[in-house]
């Protein structure tokens, strides 16, 4: 026996989940997708007209870059105020870009332009400050491109060191619209049904215990998930917010991504078989 050799492995991821269940089922387990985040587009225009006007006129502009879904939103966007080949011009020779991590390099390279400045991994907030960290950013018009929620602690770092900073967030994060199947995926993490639970966002663990705390079940979701369930967290920022709801990850791979998880959870499982305390009953009908 090796592997997740059958396991019900539930995957809250939205965008990617298709991926992800494909790579559980590799690692022979049994995927169960319910998306527990939706992107919503919000109003852009005003701030996004303001940010382009700056970047041709400032004489040395930052955009800060922490997700390719915003990257791909911003030329969007761009490109519905006719100023796409504006927006692409001056990324190319006039702004200063620096990524978090794989994904805005990744959404960067489609349109055909190159990241000036990477953080390095686990990418985390920390990391890209760091990276941030040779640059003087006092006086400097800088624009920060949120993921579907504001970074506070990015923003607060970067008024620490004088910058004159410009916010975008082009979508949030939301509950889906239906949020039945999180409710029964609550119920069935509570009672033992699922082997183990990945996260691959620290939203997702949120949306989770939100949902449980609708029907006072947050309680028995965190014991569940504390000696029934395994719990797997993509990157130490996503195992942070499950650390703060009192549920710490037993599987937190080197490399942040979805094929390094399920890799480690796969080895997890297997070097632990013999002493897991896990039932994994099957799906109900």
């Known amino acids: 026996m090796s592997g997740l050799a059958g396991m019900r492995v539930a995957v809250l991821e939205g965008r990617m989940s298709s991926e992800l269940a494909g790579l559980v089922r590799r690692h022979g387990g049994e995927p169960h997708c319910v998306p527990a985040v939706r992107e919503e587009k919000?109003?852009?225009?005003?701030?996004?007209?303001?940010?382009?006007?700056?970047?041709?006129?400032?004489?040395?502009?930052?955009?800060?870059?922490?997700?390719?879904?915003?990257?791909?939103?911003?030329f969007s966007a761009a490109r519905a105020l006719a100023r796409?080949?504006?927006?692409?011009?001056?990324?190319?020779?006039?702004?200063?870009?620096?990524?978090?991590g794989p994904k805005p390099i990744a959404a960067l390279k489609r349109e055909g332009l190159e990241a000036s400045v990477r953080a390095r991994e686990p990418y985390t907030t920390a990391d890209?400050?760091?990276?941030?960290s040779?640059?003087?950013?006092?006086?400097?018009?800088?624009?920060?491109?949120?993921y579907g929620e504001r970074?506070?602690?990015?923003?607060?770092?970067?008024?620490?060191?004088?910058?004159?900073?410009?916010e975008l967030m082009l979508y949030e994060w939301k509950l889906p619209e239906d949020s039945g199947p999180l409710r029964t995926l609550v119920d069935e993490i509570i009672e033992g049904r699922l082997g183990a639970v990945l996260f691959t966002?620290?939203?997702?663990?949120?949306?989770?215990?939100?949902?449980?705390?609708?029907?006072?079940?947050?309680?028995a979701l965190r014991e569940a998930l504390q000696r029934r369930t395994l719990v797997g967290a993509?990157?130490?920022?996503?195992?942070?917010?499950?650390?703060?709801?009192g549920v710490p990850p037993h599987v937190v791979p080197v490399n942040p991504k979805m094929g390094p998880l399920v890799t480690?959870?796969?080895?997890?499982?297997?070097?632990?078989?013999?002493?897991?305390?896990?039932?994994?009953p099957p799906a109900r009908g």
Not at 84 to 100: F, H, I, K, P, Y
Not at 152 to 166: Q, S
Not at 210 to 218: G, K, L, P
């Open 84 to 100: 796409g080949e504006q927006l692409r011009d001056a990324l190319r020779s006039r702004v200063v870009t620096v990524c978090r």
């Open 234 to 245: 993509v990157g130490p920022t996503c195992a942070k917010a499950l650390e703060r709801l």
């Open 201 to 219: 966002s620290q939203v997702q663990a949120r949306h989770l215990f939100q949902i449980a705390a609708e029907s006072d079940r947050v309680c």
């Open 42 to 74: 919000t109003a852009h225009a005003e701030g996004l007209a303001e940010a382009l006007d700056r970047f041709a006129a400032e004489a040395a502009p930052l955009l800060v870059v922490s997700t390719g879904v915003g990257v791909a939103a911003l």
């Open 128 to 132: 890209l400050l760091e990276a941030l």
């Open 264 to 280: 480690a959870l796969a080895a997890y499982v297997e070097n632990q078989r013999p002493s897991l305390p896990l039932t994994h």
């Open 151 to 166: 970074n506070t602690p990015l923003v607060e770092a970067l008024e620490r060191r004088g910058a004159r900073l410009r």
């Open 134 to 146: 040779p640059i003087d950013l006092h006086g400097r018009y800088v624009a920060v491109l949120h």
